[in-house]
């Protein structure tokens, strides 16, 4: 059964940072590109970030480009978002999401449950 | 960059048809995933390349794409299907997942 954790999640001042992890099991995560995406309260689904699986090429929203980093760590199943210069609109629930290929390109076949990250002073 | 529009909400009465529109320049020559959101949980994926339909979701469930228009169908509609669903496609000129705004079915 695959599974999506997402992890690190909290209440960060503006201007911090913080980084979230998502474990995967289930398949062989090296195989699939993941995507980070993000939904702020009473909002839509808003894309955030992608890594693909063999090349690991990254692909970044504009709102977060130069702020956040996507990387993933193939040997221990782990996708991990580093967010710095976080801001009040950074705040929402975070999703992890498995793409159904390598490619970025695809449809996301599962998804995290989602970790909430909150922006303020 | 591409931009997909969703009416914001649809309303259906049980056992008819919902249908959920998602419009974009020329859209058909773009692969278009669905997802469902119920409130509190992590989206799901019911369509994926227009039509095609992931193993567990019921054949009530269907796509199509044409023109500038992408529709998500749903026959025979339950109370159960009330959700947020967004179509989204990939932006091959920016390499930019792209989701629609969303639409709240309510079913009366």
């Known amino acids: 059964e695959v599974q999506l954790v997402e992890s690190g999640g909290g209440l960060v001042q503006p201007g911090g940072s913080l980084r979230l992890s998502c474990l995967g099991s289930?398949?062989?995560?090296?195989?699939?590109?993941m995507h980070w995406v993000r939904q702020a309260p009473g909002k839509g689904l808003e894309w955030v970030s992608s890594?693909?699986?063999?090349?690991?090429?990254?692909y970044y929203a504009g709102s977060v480009k130069g702020r956040f980093t996507l990387s993933r760590d193939n040997s221990k199943d782990t996708l991990f978002l580093q967010m710095d210069s976080l801001r009040a609109d950074d705040t929402a629930v975070y999703y992890c999401?498995?793409?159904?290929?390598?490619?970025?390109?695809?449809?996301?076949?599962?998804w995290g449950q989602g970790i909430l990250v909150t922006v303020s002073s | 960059s591409y931009v997909v529009t969703q009416p914001p909400s649809v309303s259906a009465t049980p056992g008819k048809t919902a249908s959920i529109s998602c419009e974009g320049n020329?859209?058909?020559?773009?692969?278009v995933h669905w997802y469902q959101q119920k409130p509190g949980q992590a989206p799901v994926l019911v369509i994926f390349y227009d039509s095609d339909r992931p193993s567990g979701i019921p054949d009530r469930f269907s796509g199509s794409n044409s023109g500038n228009t992408a529709t998500l169908t749903i026959s025979r509609v339950e109370v159960g299907d009330e959700a947020d669903y967004y179509c989204q496609v990939w932006d091959s000129y920016t390499d930019h997942w792209v989701f629609g705004g969303g639409t709240s079915l309510t079913v009366l």
């Open positions: 020329n859209i058909e020559n773009k692969a």
């Open positions: 999401a498995k793409a159904s290929r390598s490619e970025p390109m695809v449809q996301a076949d599962y």
């Open positions: 289930g398949f062989t995560f090296s195989n699939y590109a």
């Open positions: 890594i693909s699986g063999r090349t690991g090429s990254t």
